[in-house]
């Protein structure tokens, strides 16, 4: 059973920088078995999928995100962060980070979340 | 991108009664290389993160109970549950994953009568 937990910074200004880290357990993220994700769920709004990262690195952004955002490994402690640029109050949400078994897209595990806010 | 559209936004079941939630894609989601349909459902609870219901258009994840079943093909298709029960509140999602980036259905939730 795979499990993941989400970390980091809970409240943001503007214009800084958002960093969030998800800690595996269950799995090795250099293993190839399963690419990571992160999913983030805004006030009033659904589900948002973010982007993934796969064991060697290569990975995948979501195009409205694709110029703010950096999805990386640490191997050495098993787990994966999320860095997003220039944040505004539009970024406010619930960070959910997920594994996709084989890539496949399909999300089979989930973190808690987290929540970020945005503001000065 | 692939636009996902579910209806209805909200329901309100008896226990025991079935409920039904729609979803469309604004794309055929059949793969016929692999002849798959890659169309997931997801449940969050409230104050849950989601979970996994239902991979592939109509196979059930582990755990999950067979009243809930999913069906239909190309851009329309269906989360069923054959008798609603207490435990099934929350948000339902749909999920096309045939090309990034992956999206979601705006959500339907379903409360108890």
């Known amino acids: ?32 078995d399963y690419s990571w994700n992160w999913i ?24 409205s995100l694709k110029s703010r955002l950096t999805i990386s490994l640490d191997r050495s402690r098993n787990q994966f962060s999320l860095k997003l640029k220039s944040v505004t109050a539009a970024d406010t949400g619930i960070y959910f980070c997920a594994a996709s078994l084989r890539g496949s897209g ?3 595990y989930w973190g808690q979340g987290t929540l970020v806010t945005v503001s000065s | 991108e692939i636009v996902m559209t579910q209806t209805p936004l909200s329901l309100s079941v008896t226990p ?29 609870k409230p104050g849950q993160s989601p979970h996994l219901l239902i991979y592939a258009l109509s196979h059930r994840a582990s755990g999950v109970p067979d009243r809930f079943s999913g069906s239909g093909s190309g851009t329309d298709f269906t989360l ?11 948000v339902y999602y749909c999920m096309q994953r045939i090309d990034f980036p992956l999206t979601f259905g705006q959500g339907t939730r379903l409360e108890i009568k």
């Not at chain 1, 059973?1 to 357990?25: D, H």
């Not at chain 1, 805004?42 to 195009?63: A, D, M, R, V």
């Not at chain 2, 939630?21 to 793969?31: G, P």
Request: glycine residues 10%.
């Open chain 1, 40 to 63: 983030r769920q805004s006030p009033g709004k659904g589900l948002e999928w973010i982007g993934y990262i796969y064991h060697l690195g290569s990975s995948y952004y979501t195009p």
């Open chain 1, 1 to 32: 059973q795979v499990q993941l937990q989400e970390s980091g910074s809970g409240l943001v200004k503007p214009s800084q920088t958002l960093s969030l880290t998800c800690a595996v357990s269950g799995a090795s993220i250099s293993s190839g």
């Open chain 2, 16 to 44: 025991g009664e079935p409920a039904s939630i729609a979803c469309r894609s604004t794309q055929n989601l059949f793969d016929s290389d692999d002849r798959k349909t890659y169309v997931d459902w997801y449940l969050q």
């Open chain 1, 106 to 108: 399909t999300q089979d």
């Open chain 2, 80 to 90: 069923k549950i054959s008798r609603v029960e207490a435990e099934d509140v929350g």
